[in-house]
């Protein structure tokens, strides 16, 4: 199924901010990797990042330094430069360890 040009906007705008959102997290050490799941008909509520990291020690000292609370807000500040306004940043964005 084809996205809306509405859908295709805010995938443009989403996706700007996801590439910010990756580049700083690349800064903390054990992080690999960023993904999200979306689904328009309900965003930004069903917006979910996953910083993965490549293991359980360094997710454990990242979390322990605050930084999945910093990683938050500056989702919520990017999206809301971009117009779109997360309601409970903590919903949107977790720190994901290997599987």
Same mark, same amino acid.
């Given at each position: ?25 690349? !800064? ?10 979306? !689904? ?16 359980? !020690? ?37 720190? !994901?360890?290997?599987?």
């Amino acid at each position: 199924m084809k996205m809306s040009k509405i859908c295709q906007r805010l995938n443009k705008k989403l996706l700007a901010v996801l590439v910010k959102i990756n580049e700083e997290a690349k !800064q903390i050490d054990g992080f690999t990797h960023l993904s999200h799941t979306v !689904q328009f008909d309900y965003f930004p509520g069903s917006l979910l990042v996953h910083c993965h990291f490549s293991e359980a !020690q360094q997710l454990r000292i990242a979390q322990n330094s605050h930084v999945e609370t910093k990683l938050q807000k500056q989702l919520q500040k990017l999206l809301l430069k971009q117009g779109i306004v997360l309601k409970d940043p903590k919903i949107n964005l977790n720190l !994901q360890g290997p599987c």
